[in-house]
């Protein structure tokens, strides 16, 4: 396994956002690096809070970076999955990811599905929307109706899930976005 990037406050990631502002190009690299949405370590600490020793899924997990912090912060029974279809070259660090179809794994023993940045070309996120079941919770990571996920996913969100607004909140709490998309935090749960 690659060696883990440390994470990084809120506070180092706000000039982080400033310094690509200035200069663009910072940005890929860091993404490979770690992930596509900023993940402030105290945003970290608040969903391994919520998350527990439950057993999780991240589904289209990427490198890996937010499942292993979870993980060293206690989240035990915590998989990732990414097949790397997209958006990485094959030598991209995995830092712990199982690599496959998220698609084809069986969800049911899970409490909760973390999804981050699914592509919104495909039909990834609605898929796995439909496949959860009721009571699970599902952490999304994304742009509302934006560049991340495909418009059935928010219509599923919408009819089959409740907002869990407290949750959503608290994440949000500390979040760092860069200065040209939405990304936010959700917590939803099937009804
Ligand atoms: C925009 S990237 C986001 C990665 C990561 N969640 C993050 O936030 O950094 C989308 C990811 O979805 C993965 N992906 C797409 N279809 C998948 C599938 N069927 N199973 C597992 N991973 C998939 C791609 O390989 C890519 O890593």
Known sequence: ???LPALRSKEEL???TDAVYQNPRLRQPFIEETAWPLLPSEVVDVLATMLGSRPTI?????TGYLAAHL???GC???KAYDNRSSHYEK???NYGVILGNALQVNLEPFHAVVMSWPCHKTNFASSIAKKMTSGQILYFQGDWRGCTADNLFFELLGEEFTKLTAETDRLNKHHVQYDFNRDEWYVFKKL
Do not use: D, H, I, Q
Not at 58 to 62: Q, T
């Open 1 to 3: 396994m690659n060696n």
């Open 71 to 73: 993980r060293a912060l």
């Open 76 to 78: 035990t029974k915590y």
């Open 91 to 93: 030598a991209s660090p």
């Open 58 to 62: 991240e589904v289209a997990a990427g």
């Open 14 to 16: 706000v000039k982080f």
